[in-house]
């Protein structure tokens, strides 16, 4: 039976930290190019937050951003998942923190990771709890510092990493509207876990000298690797959520993909034969912020106007795990 209730991005907002590090800037402290990082991944500059801002700091911007955009009074939030690879600490979780910070005193929530995918991962959890009934304002939160995981000598991910935060908020809507998530479809596979991770500081190698020494505490990524599961699975999923759901690639009018690489992002174009300006693309000035690439990208495709109430969009993403997947929605505002 169909449910009678769809879950509805209702507003988005994004924040990047004000520091630009252009690929200039990264070419005084290890061996590459403006040319290297342009023509390799779309990225000419990604923001870095100043000393001491956290993960929870640019979500509360971005969420604070969206409850005045929506007029939504925080005591009405009564779910709050945060996607992010970059807790502000193993624990309390980040949901806790910024539920305290913004006093969101009648919302709980948790911690969700899925690296890359967080946000997609976040977003399909809370849809579950807008359509059963139990959440009727939820915010879905992709944040990530990057910078606090990176080896800023390694170049083979130092250029590739910025920081940002990106929050929608969910909220049911009747049914017949055919207004909002129409669908999500989500996969794992744990067999690429060593092909991008950051493998100190959990149980399995908790903290000592040597794993500081053995540079554990950063992400380790097989670029190459990654990157052709990247190409075929992202195109993959997006082709078979349409399909199932009864649309064509043109019938899209936004596609809004995890922004890694701006040459995984033209692969999946062209195997979909989508123009360009049905792709959404920020890569070139943010990097990728992991968590909060989706979401910020949302962010800026409704407020520059591409994405309009009852248009068709296209979420993709793929990361660390792995893992990947897609959401179909019709934009509702
Ligand atoms: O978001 C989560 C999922 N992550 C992804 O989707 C990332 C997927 N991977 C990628 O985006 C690409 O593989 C990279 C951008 C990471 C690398 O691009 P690539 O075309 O696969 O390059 P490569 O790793 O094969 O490296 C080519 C060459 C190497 O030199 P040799 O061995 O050919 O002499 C690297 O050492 O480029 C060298 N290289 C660099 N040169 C200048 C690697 N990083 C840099 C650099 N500057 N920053």
Redesign the pocket.
């Known amino acids: 039976m169909l449910p009678s209730i769809r879950s509805a991005i209702t507003g988005a907002a994004k924040y990047h930290p004000e520091k630009i590090v252009t690929n200039q800037d990264l070419s005084q402290s290890?061996?590459?190019?403006d040319e290297?990082?342009q023509t390799?991944?779309g990225i000419k500059e990604r923001r870095q937050v100043k000393k001491g801002q956290a993960a929870s700091d640019l979500a509360v911007l971005a969420i604070e951003k969206v409850l005045k955009k929506t007029q939504t009074n925080v005591l009405d939030i009564d779910l709050i998942i945060v996607g992010t690879v970059t807790p502000d600490m193993m624990f309390p979780s980040t949901a806790c923190v910024i539920q305290n910070k913004i006093g969101a005193k009648n919302a709980w929530g948790f911690d969700l990771s899925a690296?890359?995918s967080g946000f997609l991962f976040s977003l399909g959890t809370a849809d579950q709890f807008i359509r059963s009934g139990r959440s009727k304002k939820a915010l879905v939160v992709g944040v990530d510092v990057m910078s606090s995981i990176i080896d800023p000598q390694d170049?083979?991910t130092c250029?590739?990493f910025g920081d940002g935060a990106g929050v929608v908020l969910l909220e049911p809507l009747p049914d017949g509207l055919q207004l909002g998530i129409l669908d999500f479809i989500h996969h794992i596979d744990g067999s690429g876990g060593e092909l991008?991770c950051m493998p100190g500081g959990g149980s399995l190698n908790p903290t000592t000298p040597e794993t500081i020494e053995k540079k554990m505490h950063v992400v380790h990524?097989e670029?190459?690797q990654?990157?052709k599961f990247?190409v075929g699975e992202m195109a993959r999923v997006s082709e078979e959520i349409l399909e199932r759901n009864g649309f064509k690639p043109e019938d899209v009018t936004l596609f809004v993909p995890?922004q890694?690489?701006l040459r995984?992002i033209e692969s999946c174009q062209k195997k979909l034969g989508l123009p360009n300006e049905k792709v959404m693309v920020n890569i070139d000035k943010f990097a990728?912020t992991?968590s909060a690439t989706i979401p910020s990208c949302l962010a800026m495709a409704a407020k520059e106007g591409r994405i309009k109430k009852g248009d068709l969009v296209l979420l993709a993403s793929?990361?660390?795990g792995f893992t990947w997947g897609a959401t179909l929605l019709r934009w509702a505002y």
Request: charged share 15%; with cysteine; proline share 0%.
């Open positions: 290890v061996e590459t190019s290297w990082i390799r991944t690296a890359c170049r083979n250029v590739l991008l990524q670029g190459k990654v990157f990247a995890h890694a690489n995984i990728n992991t793929f990361g660390a």
